[in-house]
């Protein structure tokens, strides 16, 4: 997978995509539900479609820096970071929340660190796509 796929606020990071999993929810607001027997027809409100990116990523080699400037850029306590992310065979920026960031150490050599396997979720903070 391409290197340079994923950017946030703005910037591109030397790191190795592991994976990318996207999902797409079409999310309903308050005037959703079903009517009353017998009939049970579901009624929608539909407020849009929000997209989740779950990406998962390993330092480059040498790149140790790199992966903690990331790791430090996805840390902030902000309500959200703009990211640029493939769809499709394009590419999509949005504003998206991040509730975690988990990475595990995988290595020590002396007072090198070698951290990896960081999982993230990125949601969008406003829909996508919204109803026409």
Known sequence: ????????????????????????????GDNAGRTDPPAASMIRDV?????????TIEPKQGKQAQYDAFHDALV???DSVQLTIPYGQTSKTFDA???KVEDELKVRR????????MAITFTATDPNITPT
């Open 1 to 28: 997978m391409s290197q340079d796929l994923i950017a946030v606020n703005g910037v591109f990071y030397e790191v190795a995509v592991g994976a990318l999993k996207r999902t797409c929810d079409i999310t309903d």
């Open 47 to 55: 407020i849009g479609t929000f997209f989740t990116y779950v990406l």
């Open 76 to 78: 902030q306590p902000v």
């Open 97 to 99: 929340y991040i509730t």
């Open 110 to 117: 002396g007072s090198l660190k070698i951290w990896g396997g």
